[in-house]
């Protein structure tokens, strides 16, 4: 054994595409040291858990890993960790931590992709000088995370902060969401479900790829939508219109709801689109009652976020 490795906290980041790992060390200060990420060859659970496998005995030629923090996109039991629905991998009630554990022998944590990401801007991002936060994300879908009176609030079961299944409109059944439900948010504002409502006006010919200066649907995405919508296409109306009313809304309603110190956005879907931005935070600041009024801002730690909480979390079972 080589007693000059220095202790490290290992903390995977697993989304729909790539998987990311982060090397801290923490004895005297909690420190990313070293990362790496790469799109994931299978999506298959088995092949995931070679992969970080592999990985961590690669680390561990370096570093002595003495926990594993991991963050997984998808709803993450809070007893077990077993990973009951992860839509974009395709995972179903995977024991994740069970299998994991029989392969390597550190003490691991698995949280939901949300939840690391929250707390590790709490902890070493935007929220670390506040006690109550809620921080949401808008990619492919939409979540979120919690923390209240400095605590991760993940619920009786662990699913709290599923944002983007609040229903926002009990008539729309347009679109079925990831949760097999109709009206969910995530179906009007996860660039995923919004992508299949742009191609639709455009396969009804209410749009057309030349209008929105690109050359097929393969290319067409929310952020080209926006500028379009803000040069004054019609078409456009309705819908971005409907996406700012409601996520305002539901921002309000968190707003009165938990009374957070301040709300994180971040996410590519809320990057890439100015003026459903501008027209949420309209709808915001009409919804809102004003005893609760929060602060709206930006994520701190970008990629890092989710490697930082885990880590940070699985720093506790030490
Ligand atoms: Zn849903």
Request: glycine share 10%; net charge neutral.
């Amino acid at each position: 054994m080589n007693l000059n490795k220095h202790s490290s906290i290992l903390g995977i980041d697993i989304g729909g595409t790539n998987i990311r790992f982060g090397i801290f060390e923490y004895k005297h200060k909690f420190k990313l040291v070293h990362q790496i990420q790469f799109e994931l060859e299978s999506r298959e659970p088995e092949k995931v858990c070679d992969c970080i496998q592999n990985i961590y005995y690669e680390i561990s030629q370096i570093y002595k890993v003495d926990a594993i923090g991991i963050g997984v996109a998808g709803m993450v039991s809070k007893s077990d960790m077993i990973v009951i629905n992860a839509p974009n991998l395709q995972w179903n009630n995977f024991p994740f931590r069970d299998i994991l554990s029989k392969r390597i022998k550190v003490p691991l944590v698995i949280m939901n992709d949300l939840n690391a990401i929250t707390w590790g801007e709490f902890n070493y991002g935007r929220g670390k000088n506040v006690d109550s936060m809620l921080c949401i994300f808008i990619g492919t879908g939409v979540g979120s995370g919690l923390v209240i009176d400095k605590k991760l609030v993940i619920g009786a079961h662990g699913f709290a902060g599923e944002i983007g299944h609040i229903k926002v409109n009990e008539k729309d059944n347009y679109i079925v969401c990831g949760c097999e439900k109709t009206g969910c948010l995530e179906t009007y504002i996860g660039g995923k479900h919004l992508t299949t409502r742009l191609r639709n006006l455009v396969q009804n010919e209410k749009l057309s790829l030349s209008f929105l200066n690109i050359d097929n649907l393969e290319n067409l995405h929310p952020g080209i939508a926006d500028r379009v919508f803000a040069q004054g296409n019609k078409t456009l109306d309705q819908l971005w219109y409907t996406n700012g009313k409601i996520f305002g809304q539901t921002l309000a309603n968190c707003s009165t709801l938990l009374n957070p110190h301040q709300i994180i956005i971040g996410g590519t879907v809320w990057e890439g689109t100015p003026n459903f931005r501008k027209l949420s935070l309209q709808s915001y600041e009409i919804h809102l009652n004003e005893t609760t009024r929060t602060e709206i801002v930006s994520p701190l730690l970008k990629n890092e976020a989710g490697l930082y909480g885990a880590a940070c979390k699985a720093a506790l079972l030490l």
